[in-house]
């Protein structure tokens, strides 16, 4: 691991322990926020890299950006009365303007690279799409699949069609939150795993953000207790078989995702550990790790995954740098930064014991 994971963990083994009783945690150790502006010094870094290839990078990595804007305007919120985090809310709000002004520009690039795309895609983007959670929960086990019923059937295609639908932005005149049959059963199919589960989530979540309450949408919160709880599952596996790279993606889009959806047992403190150690130093980006720094490769199935998908959203630099994982990346970052702003009791997790990773959520 490199030495800001390291560092965090000394600094969090030398912070006094969580308190457990209630809400009423004393105002912060001296740890906390060093905590914060490791995170804050990472989003800085990726920022600087989103600002370099800004021409680029892809719709997909854009999102990442946009959420991240979101979570940093979140954060300044909750830190609004807190004298002492004044000088990291500056840098917070600075940040959040300069990601502001990049995105604006980044539309012109996208339109340039991919018009279709971006004119169906182009509402997910605009500043007002993405909302923060108020309100937290847990994933619940008891909902997994058997391990026998899953596979990763994920198709961009259909997926995209089905968003569009969802979005209303077909040529057709569509209306949003109208759905085919074939979209319907697509996305509610069980037994989903990798990209297919967390774009079926990515779907419900997108219909809350979108206003879609009717028929189908009545049941978005079972909908997402179920594919969380299996993307819970699925991050505690990549966990065990030490984060190996390409795994690494779908990694921390579930942590995005559903931690946008308010499953607050996605921060866990050794995951924000192993995210921040996977930054790239130079460049600020997310992806492919340096030859021979020992990251294991992965079993065949978390490979194939990778091979298998996204070829429109995926942007894979010639020096390893990843569009699409810094876009992930940089939205787990910025919900683990929300969450610690937020500090909700559900929260403890994130300072708790480190169980093992089988040992559950
Ligand atoms: C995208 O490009 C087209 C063609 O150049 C242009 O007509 C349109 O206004 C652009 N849209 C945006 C949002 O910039
Ligand atoms: C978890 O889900 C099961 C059914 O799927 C339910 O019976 C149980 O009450 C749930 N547990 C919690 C803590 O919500
Ligand atoms: C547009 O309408 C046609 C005919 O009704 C239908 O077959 C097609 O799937 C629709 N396209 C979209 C994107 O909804």
């Known amino acids: 691991m490199s030495s800001p994971g390291l560092l965090l963990l000394l600094l969090l083994l030398a912070a006094p322990p969580p308190c457990s009783s209630s809400l009423s945690q004393p105002d912060i150790p001296e740890g906390r926020a060093t905590v914060e502006d490791l995170i804050l010094s990472a989003l800085e870094r990726a920022t600087a890299f989103l600002n370099k290839r800004l021409p680029e990078i892809n719709l997909d990595g854009v999102v990442g950006f946009r959420v991240l804007e979101v979570q940093l305007k979140g954060v300044q919120e909750a830190w609004a009365h807190k004298p002492r985090l004044q000088p990291l809310s500056l840098r917070v709000g600075a940040l959040a303007e300069e990601l502001a002004w990049l995105l ?61 639908q969802l979005l209303g932005t077909g040529s057709n005149g569509s209306q949003p939150c109208r759905l ?9 199919t069980p037994g989903c795993s990798g990209y ?21 949408f009545s049941q978005s919160w079972s909908y997402k207790n179920l594919f969380c709880a299996n993307m819970m599952d699925l991050n505690q596996r990549v966990e065990a078989i030490g984060y190996a790279y390409p795994s690494r993606d779908i990694f921390m889009e579930n942590i995005m995702f559903c931690g946008l959806s308010g499953f607050s047992d996605f921060y866990k403190l050794r995951w924000l550990e192993a995210i921040l150690s996977w930054q790239r130093p130079q460049e600020g980006c997310f992806g492919r790790p340096a030859p021979g720094d020992g990251t294991p490769e992965g079993p065949l199935p978390f490979r194939q995954h990778v091979l298998r998908r996204i070829k429109r959203r995926e942007k894979q630099f010639a020096d390893g740098c990843s569009s699409h994982n810094t876009a992930t990346a940089v939205s787990a970052l910025g919900g683990f930064l929300y969450i610690l702003a937020e500090q909700p009791p559900a929260n403890r997790a994130l ?11």
Request: aromatic share 14%; glycine share 4%.
């Open 180 to 188: 085919s049959d074939f979209c319907r059963d697509l996305m509610t």
């Open 351 to 361: 300072w708790g014991p480190t169980p093992s990773p089988a040992s559950g959520h």
């Open 104 to 164: 604006h520009r980044s539309v012109f690039f996208l339109n340039l690279s991919d018009p279709e795309y971006f004119r169906e895609f182009q509402s997910i983007i605009q500043p007002g799409f993405w909302k923060l959670p108020h309100t937290w929960t847990r994933t619940n086990i008891s909902m997994v699949y058997p391990a026998a019923e899953t596979q990763d059937s994920f198709s961009e295609e259909h997926s995209d069609l089905c968003l569009v």
């Open 196 to 216: 297919c589960l967390s774009h079926q989530l990515l779907f419900f979540l997108m219909a809350s953000t979108k206003g879609c309450t009717e028929g189908l």
